[in-house]
């Protein structure tokens, strides 16, 4: 039976992830798209897209043969690692600290790479367009997979991270379509910030688990966890906004 | 190959961003484990120590990021 209190925050991590993997992925995508339409484009997508459902279907079935305390652990692990890493560039990214991701610029930057790729190689231009899309969504979509199974694998969550990820995708996807333009106004930093929180706290309940604790509260246990990274991620951001206030003064 | 090598690079960009938080992040981890496996205290407090421990790592870690506009300053003074 679905547990609320730990499904929610999966398919909540699941999906706010996955928006921010595939709007970058969007940019070039589109950014292909727009130099030479969208056949290479849908093919280099279509194929990244193919990779990364093989990479899943392979995995899967080997992720059943691993214990369930050496998996809780060993993504536990790895989910802190990326939750932290995530967390830490947005707090220093919202203050000011590390530019901002900004979907327009790397729209402009691939597009003009693809120009000049163009004048060098014409008759190859095809080819180059597919192979940016699918290097585009293989390199957004690893860490889209690595995020479901992560979040999904450890409490048998898979199937509702799935279609967290999955919402996101035709989210992105129907828009996308419809404003045919990179998705700049996505607040991604925000979004990073709010999957940094959920990750890392999902890193500290995993890490416990597999290593034989029974977290009071079982589940529960994880809003807790939600809040105390939440509490530092505000803090952090304070303190490192503090820092280039100072300087102004 | 290159293809190749950037997937490579990426999953390692994934999980060791940087190289400080990731070592102090392992180096907790470990402690954790040796109170919760080891230490014969009640499990509970290696579990505490993991989750209070990761909100201190990250707020130590963003304390001694040097913000540009005042390393700028210093390098001109």
Redesign the interface.
């Known amino acids: 039976m679905l547990i609320w209190s730990t499904a929610a925050p999966a398919i909540g991590a699941a999906f706010l992830a996955s928006v921010v993997e595939v709007v970058e992925a969007f940019t070039i995508v589109l950014a292909a798209a727009t130099l030479r339409g969208w056949r290479p484009a849908a093919l280099g997508t279509g194929a990244a897209l193919a990779v990364l459902a093989s990479a899943v279907l392979l995995l899967g079935p080997l992720l059943n043969q691993v214990p369930l305390h050496a998996l809780q652990f060993a993504i536990g ?2 989910l ?3 939750g ?2 995530w ?3 947005a ?2 990214r919202s ?3 590390i530019p901002l991701h900004d979907e327009d610029a790397i729209f402009a930057a691939e597009t003009a790479q693809l120009d000049g790729a163009a004048r060098r190689h014409d008759a190859r231009l095809d080819w180059i367009a597919g ?1 940016t899309a ?2 585009g969504v ?2 957004e979509g ?2 889209v997979v ?1 995020i479901v199974i992560a979040v999904g694998a450890g409490g048998g969550l898979l199937l509702p991270a799935s279609i967290g990820a999955l919402l996101a995708c035709a989210l992105v996807l129907v828009v996308g379509m419809f404003v045919h333009r990179p998705l700049s106004l996505v607040p991604e930093n925000t979004l990073k910030f709010g999957v940094g929180v959920m990750l ?1 706290a999902f ?2 309940f995993w ?2 688990e597999g ?6 509260g079982q589940d529960l246990a994880l809003l ?2 939600v809040a ?2 939440l ?3 505000l ?3 304070a ?2 906004r503090s ?2 206030m ?3 003064r | 190959m290159t ?1 190749l090598k ?2 490579a690079a ?2 390692i960009g ?5 190289a400080r ?2 070592l102090a ?2 180096l907790l ?1 470990a402690v ?2 040796a109170l ?2 080891l230490s014969g205290l009640d ?2 407090v ?2 505490t120590v ?3 421990g ?6 130590a ?3 001694r ?6 390393a700028a ?1 210093r390098s001109a003074a």
């Open positions: 692990v790895l802190l690692l990326m932290m890493s967390l830490r560039k707090c220093l203050a000011g600290v192979m699918l290097k293989l390199l690893l860490e690595f890392s890193g500290v890490t416990g290593l034989g604790l029974d977290w009071p807790l966890f105390i990274f509490g530092a991620g803090a952090g951001t303190i490192a820092a280039a100072e300087v102004a | 293809l950037e997937v990426e999953l994934m999980f060791f961003g940087d938080v990731t992040l392992l981890i954790s484990a919760i496996e499990p509970l290696g579990g993991l989750a209070l990761c909100p201190v790592l990250l707020i870690n963003v304390r990021q040097k913000h540009p506009i005042a300053i």
